[in-house]
């Protein structure tokens, strides 16, 4: 062979041997007598081995063409469409991966059917050759050529069910279980052709973490079917990034329905005591008391609301302002509760307050039975002026505007069911000061002395018992100067 044909073999290259003769004449007359065949060919030889990139991850959008290997892991429907010149396209995404990343991979119009009628299987690796642009669902490559490498061996398994922590971008028929730890309601919108399109979100969790869902046109009725604790298995869906975070999305071919297993969900929170300003985090405690929920006007004059609550957990207490619908979550004293992805801010009497926003999530993981009353009459917070949903509870001057004055179980008093003022830490329910009375309630304060809530009033305990925060317990003794030094608690 000569010096040309032993070049080309050590490449090992897809174009054939003709083209490549053609490809180094051409370099020797563009550099101009500069450069012998010899030296045309191994540039040649050069410019086609950089087409092979040694893994996904290292695709860049812009590059020209590129070489590589890769594992199916799913195939999309195929779907026609009308081009400029009114000749109908026909397109099919495929899903790939290796050890290093994963790709969208568009194959079109003759390809595209090709795979619609003979098929492809998760698992297949490919040896692709093709285009990559920034897709709207991030990496894209405009396939020009593939064909199955049977010898090929990529280290990717391909799941039929995902769990939350194995989401990434790009990632479609997702098949996911999870228990549904909060809904919103259903919003619509117009879209570009004038008709009218419907969204909603609800959270989902597992024991490997929490992905926000995002509900699309005739799936967002789940969101209302649905109730938080429940299980239930997303089919086909497809992951996306919104504001730096994986959303999984459910349109049309996708479907979210209730099974009878079970899904744990195990939440993770950051101790009351480290928490800081700036910090977005997940917080999780015991309510210990409950504000009435606020209106106030916005500075576009539209209207918002806000109920602040008090969570403790074993490390100290924080104030929560819940803003939007969040403000009509029915939250009392003992409920345990989990927030996630609350933003921390500097409080105006605390040191520090979390604010539930839209983006926050707020789940009720223990509920305590308390009496039914009728909602407090919201007051006007029109002193908040533009204080957005989201933002902080501390926008105002006034404390008892604000709707987070005071603690409930620092109050001197505490409104009864009928509307009395009682003692929260005098009497007790049942009799006058020094008689023996049983008192039951939820540990909203742990320690000696504790506090225990039962719905209407809060209750000082005098006790050597150790007592969990959220545990239910009935305390006996006598009450003395508005305490209840407890004989026994059970």
Do not use: C
Request: aromatic fraction near 4%.
């Amino acid at each position: 062979m000569g010096v040309i044909e032993d070049i080309y073999a050590d490449v090992e290259a897809d174009v054939s041997l003709e083209k490549f003769r053609d490809a180094v004449e051409a370099k020797v007359e563009q550099m101009g007598g500069l450069a012998d065949e010899e030296t045309a060919a191994m540039l040649i030889a050069h410019e086609l081995r950089d087409e092979e990139v040694s893994g996904i991850a290292d695709i860049e959008p812009g590059m020209e063409e590129v070489k590589f290997l890769a594992k199916v892991t799913g195939i999309g429907e195929l779907r026609s469409f009308e081009r400029d010149d009114e000749e109908e396209g026909r397109v099919i995404n495929v899903e790939a991966a290796d050890e290093s990343g994963s790709v969208r991979l568009a194959f079109w119009d003759e390809q595209a059917a090709a795979i619609d009628e003979e098929g492809i299987d998760p698992g297949t690796v490919l040896r692709v050759k093709g285009r990559p642009k920034e897709g709207y669902n991030g990496l894209e490559v405009s396939v020009s050529q593939a064909e199955e490498d049977p010898d090929a061996e990529i280290d990717v398994t391909i799941q039929d069910t995902y769990r939350i922590e194995d989401l990434s971008l790009g990632l479609s028929d997702v098949d996911l279980r999870g228990k549904v730890l909060a809904t919103d309601s259903i919003r619509t919108f117009e879209r570009d052709d004038g008709s009218e399109g419907r969204v909603a979100n609800l959270t989902l969790g597992d024991e490997t973490g929490r992905v926000r869902v995002t509900l699309w046109d005739e799936r967002t009725e789940a969101a209302e079917r649905l109730s938080p604790g429940e299980s239930v298995e997303v089919v086909d869906g497809y992951v996306r990034e919104r504001d730096g975070s994986l959303e999984l999305h459910v349109g049309n071919r996708g479907a979210i329905e209730g099974i009878e297993e079970e899904i744990e969900y195990v939440p993770r929170t950051t101790p009351i005591e480290e928490l800081e300003i700036d910090d977005v985090a997940d917080v999780g405690g015991v309510v210990r008391s409950a504000d009435p929920k606020r209106t106030f006007e916005r500075d576009d004059g539209s209207e918002g609301q806000v109920r602040n609550v008090r969570v403790q957990d074993e490390t100290g207490d924080i104030r929560v302002a819940l803003w939007g619908e969040k403000a009509d979550i029915d939250l009392g004293p003992g409920d345990a509760v989990q927030f996630a992805d609350v933003e921390i801010q500097d409080g105006w009497q605390d040191d520090i307050e979390a604010s539930a926003g839209w983006r926050s999530t707020v789940t009720v993981t223990e509920s305590t039975p308390r009496p039914a009353t009728e909602e407090s009459d919201s007051a006007d917070l029109s002193s908040f002026g533009g204080s957005q949903d989201g933002g902080s509870s501390s926008d105002t001057d006034s404390d008892s505007e604000a709707g987070s004055g005071s603690d409930s179980t620092d109050r001197s008093t505490a409104e009864s069911s009928d509307g009395s003022e009682r003692s929260s830490g005098g009497d007790g329910p049942d009799g006058d000061a020094g008689e023996t009375i049983e008192f039951t309630g939820t540990v909203v304060q742990p320690g000696n002395p504790a506090k225990l809530d039962d719905g209407e009033t809060t209750m000082t305990v005098l006790t050597e018992t150790d007592l969990s925060l959220g545990e239910e317990v009935t305390a006996r003794g006598t009450v003395r100067e508005g305490r209840l030094d407890a004989e026994e608690v059970r």
